[in-house]
């Protein structure tokens, strides 16, 4: 067996595994539809490397050509599918479709050129250049957008894609430094350039393929944590996930004064809503505050159920001051808002507590003190916000709130 048989051959055990690990994840989480068209298109692939390996078999060694040339167009059509659905967004339909003209033409314009012309060999790898020039276009268009944290499997990914597109360019001209690709069919295995063709596949296959798992099984694991840090009633973060991204956020400010505020609030006389209206009610009065204080949040504020029926919002770079105008926007939204289930005149309330961060103080300091400014607006009468205004140190934190 030649070189390059032997190679095919590792290509295609080594596509299988890929396949199966894309079909695993499709199948833990149908959400992944991507896994599932990477999965077909390593399928694809191992057709490709099938025909490849018996191409000199072929009675008819132009039917061979042309089935292996199309199996791997499918195989990278299926591949820019699959990312498509990887980043959310719309295939390319109209680039895709032309592209898969252009390889017919060519297909058909093959077999009438000499094997060994340069022709011959553009017009075999030029679509696939065009293939991998389209998957790069989708993960920079797509990416542009991502967090910077996904952004750098972004950009290794189009790396990849870049090169693996730039090395079916390259394939003809290389044809031409190594000897040629062989006399017939027959012969191609042999030859020095199917050696170094099927080298820089592997190469190509395997890094690609390394990428989207990793892409995937890092999305998996974000997806997993989003899922153990969120309260599924009200959609936002649950304790735990609050108080890490508090700690996060107060770990790092700078010593410069940066503001940082914190909202404590609590539903006013919620064990009589269950015991009134029973639990599934008490559920929707939760749904529709949570709702409330999401509408009136921007992106960067932090928002969780750290309680039954207690929440707290973290405001990155609001003053005490912009911390309450928020707190008393919720308590006037939330207060005039209909619930469903609910007589229409029936209202609901609720109590919040305000403080700002002093330097160097901990976040356990911070929540404490919204804490205490919570408990004074319910001691006040409930349906009212309070602030903290003093934070003492040496041990001694004197806490004062607003009347």
């Known amino acids: 067996m030649s070189g390059a048989g032997f190679i095919l051959i590792i290509n295609l055990a080594v596509a299988g595994l890929f396949c199966v690990s894309f079909l695993l994840i499709a199948a833990y989480d149908r959400r992944y539809r991507s896994a599932r068209w990477f999965a077909g298109a390593y399928v694809f692939g191992m057709v490709y490397i099938v025909l490849e390996f018996l191409l000199p078999l072929f009675a008819n060694v132009s039917l061979g050509v042309f089935l292996g040339h199309q199996a791997f167009l499918v195989s990278l059509l299926l591949l820019n599918i699959g990312l498509a659905h990887r980043y959310e967004t719309a295939p390319p339909r109209l680039i895709l479709i032309a592209a898969v003209a252009a390889s017919v033409v060519a297909a058909m314009l093959i077999p009438g050129l000499p094997r060994g012309s340069f022709l011959r060999n553009f017009l075999y790898q030029g679509p696939y250049f065009l293939m991998q020039a389209i ?9 542009a957008t991502r967090p910077a944290g996904r952004r750098r499997i972004d950009v290794a990914l189009a790396a990849f894609l870049g090169f693996s597109a730039l090395h079916f360019l390259s394939k003809p001209f290389l044809a031409i430094l190594l000897g040629g690709n062989g006399a017939t069919a027959q012969e191609y295995l042999s030859t020095t350039y199917a ?15 390394l990428i989207l798992l990793a892409g995937l099984i890092l999305d998996m694991v974000r997806d997993i944590t989003a899922r153990s840090e969120t309260d599924s009633l009200s959609g936002l973060l649950n304790r735990r996930g609050f108080e890490e991204r508090l700690a996060d956020i107060v770990g790092r400010l700078p010593v410069d004064g940066t503001p940082v505020s914190l909202v404590i609030c609590d539903l006013d006389h919620f064990k009589k809503v269950n015991d009134t209206w029973g639990h599934a009610a008490g559920d929707r009065v939760i749904a529709a505050f949570a709702a409330t204080l999401q509408e009136g949040a921007a992106g960067h504020h932090v928002l969780g159920r750290i309680g039954g029926e207690e929440f707290a919002i973290l405001l990155p770079g609001s ?81 004062a709130i607003s009347a």
């Open 135 to 143: 998957g790069l276009y989708i993960v920079l268009h797509a990416s």
């Open 319 to 399: 003053s005490l001051a912009a911390g309450r105008l928020f707190a008393e926007s919720a308590r006037t939204a939330f207060s005039s808002r209909g619930i469903d289930g609910f007589p229409a005149d029936w209202r609901f309330t609720a109590s919040f507590g305000v403080a700002e961060i002093a330097p160097a103080e901990s976040a356990a300091s911070l929540q404490s003190r919204a804490d205490a400014a919570l408990y004074a607006a319910k001691h006040a009468g409930r349906d009212r916000v309070r602030l903290s205004l003093a934070y003492g140190r040496g041990g001694d934190n004197a806490l």
């Open 195 to 209: 050696m170094a063709s099927q080298a820089m596949g592997a190469v190509f296959l395997v890094a690609t393929a």
